[in-house]
């Protein structure tokens, strides 16, 4: 499939906030109270389309992709690099789409920011997410959690280089 | 046949919607998105959405995560609820002794 980019729309938003994913995944839910946030130019937000222009996925840049506990740990700090966060549409998930989606943000993101490197923040349970990840090219460089969540909460922070 | 208006649900659903309001606010107060809090805690934007609409009923598992995704104490968390519940000021035993 070939995935394009675009900057998102108002309904792609609500679209997007409106999906469900299967177990385990179901902690990706949306809800139309983040619609708002969806918009906010400072978070770059795009829609992904397939040939026929239907709504595949979404990409966002920057700081709405970083955690919180790994702001406070400082992770994001130690090299310069463009953070992505994204999402498939649920029923394109688990098809051995994914690598191409992702392959498909980064070119974009390096043609329209020009980033020294790529980086994401995926949950350790996730192991799907991470096997796609690793095969467009990414490395796992640290494991971090926060200390009141407990082991099986952890985030592993990834990079790649552009 | 009058009936008197007693309905503990009410005061249930009060408390509910604090919890939730309460939590609305400490996030937009530190600017994040429901992404950001509900990723930090390990639970869904859709879960914490209808938290902070007061629609479900948080454990205090769930309660310690959220906090850990706002970066407060759970402690702070809850005397904030509390002071949002109760609109009288909270005058401490010894200065009520004292007056």
């Known amino acids: ?162 | 046949m009058k009936t008197l208006e007693i309905s503990p649900e009410r005061h249930a659903g009060d408390l509910l919607s604090t919890i939730g309001e309460t939590l609305r606010a400490e996030r937009n107060e530190r600017g994040l998105t429901l992404k950001q809090v509900a990723e930090g805690a390990h639970v869904s934007v859709s879960y914490l959405a209808e938290i902070e609409r007061g629609e479900k009923d948080p454990s205090s598992r769930v309660l310690e995560s959220i906090a850990s995704g706002l970066d407060v104490e759970v402690s702070e968390l809850l005397v904030r609820i509390a002071s949002a519940l109760e609109p009288a000021p909270v005058v401490p035993v010894t200065d009520s002794l004292a007056a």
Not at chain 1, 108 to 126: D, G, H, K, Q
Request: glycine fraction near 10%; charge should be negative; proline fraction near 6%.
């Open chain 1, 1 to 162: 499939m070939r995935f394009t980019l675009k900057q998102i729309t108002p309904s792609d938003a609500r679209a997007i906030s409106r999906w469900r994913y299967e177990e385990p995944y179901s902690i990706y839910d949306g809800d139309p109270a983040s619609v708002d946030s969806l918009l906010q130019p400072r978070f770059s937000y795009h829609s992904v389309y397939d040939e026929r222009g239907d709504l595949t996925g979404y990409f966002c840049f920057g700081e709405d992709a970083q955690v919180g506990a790994g702001k406070r740990l400082g992770v994001y700090e130690v090299e310069p690099a463009l953070d992505l966060g994204l999402g498939m549409r649920p029923d394109l998930t688990g098809k051995g789409l994914g690598e191409e989606f992702v392959r498909a943000g980064l070119r974009f993101a390096l043609e329209v920011y020009s980033p020294p490197a790529f980086r994401l923040t995926v949950a350790a349970f996730n192991r799907r997410a991470i096997r796609v990840y690793e095969r467009a090219g990414f490395e796992t460089v640290e494991t971090f959690g926060a200390p009141t969540l407990g082991a099986e909460k952890e985030w592993l922070l990834m990079r790649c280089g552009s």
